[in-house]
């Protein structure tokens, strides 16, 4: 197959492009070239979806893998060059994002749950509050555009090698330090996670196969905690004696411990958009690697991944909270030493 990926130097669109390029496709991309180009087999094309795609003038593909599209306005662009009205793209997938659903007040939601609504549908600016709206937007943009045939994926939080946001890998990396790790509860906070190669792999067979609709890829299934992921990333990479001290959600918060602070940590709530059933993904072929193998990848590739500044708790801030936590009883729930 001829594949176009939007993007594809970078994390998810890397991956994906990998993947594509080992299945023996013929790969184009487009993207900006600020990050390289680490594909030599494939075709590379350079402009800025905001403001260029003539570098898409030419050129016929049996699908577009488009991974950055963050506003709606972007897909449409995208759909004038290559959509419903010229063809040249073909079967357009959508990498959207979990993020897309309402308001989740249960575990277990199906790919039929409703999407999150912007007051300003006009928004562009992408923040905590509109992310998920805006890529909502997106689905509806792209199925106007480019058909019923479309593909939306969406992922959970994504995590292995080449991270840019260090989300998890802020937690592995701290793990592999050892000594006694502050977390914050509650520890059943739901979360899910896939790593990139899985949902690359994932997405390359589901473009082989003609797929269309919109599929959630996560993992494991429900429930599934914060807990039960620092435990697995611990057991993975952690030297011998390394501790977990759970400190409670509300002292955290007093201390100005933000979810930056402690990734993946939703200062205190339970956010049930981390327990949706991937039961679709999983009966079309998904397969989740052990998270043990993605943490130890993801320390191998570490002179290639830069730490991310304001993620994760430095050392010096750690050990005072942890000291402040000890000071004062570690009363609360979930401490564990």
């Known amino acids: 197959m001829r594949l176009l990926?939007?993007?594809g130097t970078r994390f998810v669109g890397r991956h994906i492009v990998a993947a594509a390029l080992a299945a023996g496709h013929e790969v184009t991309l487009f993207h900006r070239g600020g990050a390289g180009e680490p594909f030599p087999a494939a075709d590379h094309r350079h402009g800025d979806r905001d403001?260029?795609?003539?570098?898409?003038?030419?050129?016929?593909?049996?699908?577009?893998?488009?991974?950055?599209?963050?506003?709606?306005?972007?897909?449409?662009?995208?759909?004038?060059?290559?959509?419903?009205?010229?063809?040249?793209?073909g079967r357009y997938v959508l990498?959207?994002?979990?993020?897309?659903?309402?308001?989740?007040?249960r575990p277990g939601i199906t790919e039929d749950a409703p999407l999150a609504v912007l007051d300003d549908e006009d928004a562009e600016e992408v923040t905590a509050a509109t992310y998920g709206g805006l890529k909502a937007l997106c689905e509806?943009?792209?199925?106007?555009?480019?058909?019923?045939q479309t593909l939306v994926v969406r992922p959970t939080y994504v995590v292995g090698p080449h991270d840019p946001t260090g989300r998890w890998t802020s937690w592995v990396r701290r793990?592999?330090?050892?000594?006694?790790?502050?977390?914050?509860?509650?520890?059943?906070?739901?979360?899910?996670v896939v790593d990139a190669r899985d949902l690359a792999g994932f997405v390359v067979r589901l473009v082989e196969s003609g797929a269309s609709g919109a599929v959630h890829v996560a993992g494991p299934r429900p429930p599934w905690s914060l807990e039960d992921l620092l435990d697995q990333t611990r057991a993975a990479v952690a030297p011998a004696g390394t501790t977990i001290?759970?400190?409670?959600?509300?002292?955290?918060?007093?201390?100005?411990?933000?979810?930056?602070?402690l990734p993946l940590w939703h200062g205190g709530e339970v956010d049930w958009v981390g327990a949706v059933d991937p039961s679709a993904a999983l009966?079309?072929?998904?397969?989740?690697?052990?998270?043990?193998?993605s943490a130890h990848d993801v320390l191998a590739a570490a002179d290639v991944t830069p730490l991310v500044a304001g993620v994760g708790l430095t050392a010096e801030r750690e050990a005072g909270l942890l000291a402040r936590w000890h000071e004062r009883g570690g009363s609360g729930p979930g401490r564990e030493a």
């Open 5 to 7: 990926v939007i993007g």
């Open 51 to 89: 403001a260029d795609l003539s570098a898409l003038a030419d050129g016929t593909w049996d699908a577009t893998v488009d991974v950055c599209a963050y506003v709606p306005r972007q897909v449409r662009a995208l759909g004038d060059t290559l959509g419903l009205a010229t063809g040249r793209g």
């Open 95 to 105: 990498v959207s994002s979990i993020s897309a659903y309402a308001d989740v007040d």
């Open 140 to 148: 509806y943009a792209a199925v106007e555009a480019f058909g019923p």
């Open 175 to 192: 793990f592999a330090r050892g000594g006694e790790v502050l977390a914050a509860g509650p520890r059943d906070q739901p979360v899910q």
């Open 245 to 261: 001290t759970w400190v409670d959600p509300g002292f955290a918060v007093d201390e100005g411990v933000t979810p930056s602070d």
């Open 283 to 293: 009966a079309r072929g998904l397969v989740h690697r052990p998270l043990a193998e």
